[in-house]
């Protein structure tokens, strides 16, 4: 009889920047950041199946991802592939709850899941920092969506601090009509006229602390009024999330996502309500808090 061909299940959770600073240019093209981010509970759900062929395969539920080498699902596996010789192939499900280009880390947190489940699929025994070491030559989100938990993240975001855990609270996250590209936005991103800047030892020794008010006040984001600028719809959502919260309300990442943090269940859920009319990719969920003890 043949046997049943083997299976990994594995979630790849979302992020949120708690903070986004960008310091300066770098020789090397990219920007030097300094950011803390947290996961939480909004996730896409992956499924390895080993596969004799050698072949990659992809597919998805998600109408508007690749299905082929530009997906980073795809590319990570065929890096395993390369950096440790595997004959076999695998085929990728991917099971997309995650919005797509919304500053979320869809994506990035998938070439993650990947890595870390083909591992176990392959048995290939590799560490924690061998997988971020191949995160790294993917994309500058992928090591913290190995690490998760919360994290500082510095250099282009591949340099990653573990950080105590966010306080436990609800989060509110809508994503307007719109996609925003990473790469534009940096593009766009005039240093000089950057001139509120997250304080980010503040906003750690308020994590230190286990306080949700002194992290809720630190949270900055320096790409906002670049996004604001050229999409004002994310602004006007923005606005919209303050007036239910009052704080604790910021873009994630070069956005256009917008979330809010809440310590009350029902106050989120008064905000939830209030946005289903207004934006129709709304969502509540809870922060992961730490990291798995395994990746």
């Not at 925003?180 to 766009?188: C, K, N, P, Q, R």
């Amino acid at each position: 009889m043949e046997a049943e061909p083997l299976n990994v299940f594995v979630k790849a959770p979302a992020k949120i920047n708690l903070s986004l600073d960008v310091l300066y240019k770098r020789p090397d093209g990219y920007h030097e950041v300094d950011m803390v981010m947290t996961t939480i509970d909004l996730a896409d759900r992956i499924t390895l199946e080993d596969r004799a062929d050698g072949r990659i395969h992809l597919v998805t539920n998600s109408g508007v991802i690749p299905q082929d080498a530009r997906n980073l699902a795809w590319r990570a596996a065929e890096l395993v592939r390369e950096r440790f010789r595997v004959d076999r192939g695998v085929t990728i499900t991917i099971a997309k709850e995650i919005p797509v280009a919304a500053g979320l880390a869809g994506g990035s947190s998938d070439a993650a899941a990947v890595l870390s489940g083909l591992n176990q699929l392959w048995k290939l025994g590799a560490s924690l920092e061998e997988l971020m070491e191949l995160g790294k030559q993917l994309g500058s989100d992928v090591p913290f969506c190995l690490v998760r938990g919360t994290a500082r993240a510095t250099g282009r975001g591949e340099c990653i601090e573990e950080l105590p855990a966010m306080p436990p609270c609800w989060v509110v996250l809508a994503k307007p009509p719109i996609s925003v590209s990473t790469a534009d936005v940096y593009s766009d991103l005039d240093l000089a006229q950057i001139t509120a800047r997250p304080k980010t030892e503040s906003l750690i020794a308020s994590l230190a602390r286990n306080d949700f008010h002194g992290v809720a006040r630190q949270m900055r984001n320096v790409l906002e009024p670049f996004v604001f600028r050229k999409y004002p719809e994310v602004a006007r959502l923005k606005e919209q999330m303050l007036r239910f919260s009052g704080e604790g309300v910021l873009m994630s990442g070069s956005g256009p996502t917008v979330y809010a943090l809440f310590q009350q269940e029902s106050r989120a859920r008064r905000l939830l309500h209030g946005l289903k009319g207004f934006c129709k990719e709304v969502y509540m969920v809870r922060l992961l808090g730490k990291r798995p003890m395994s990746t």
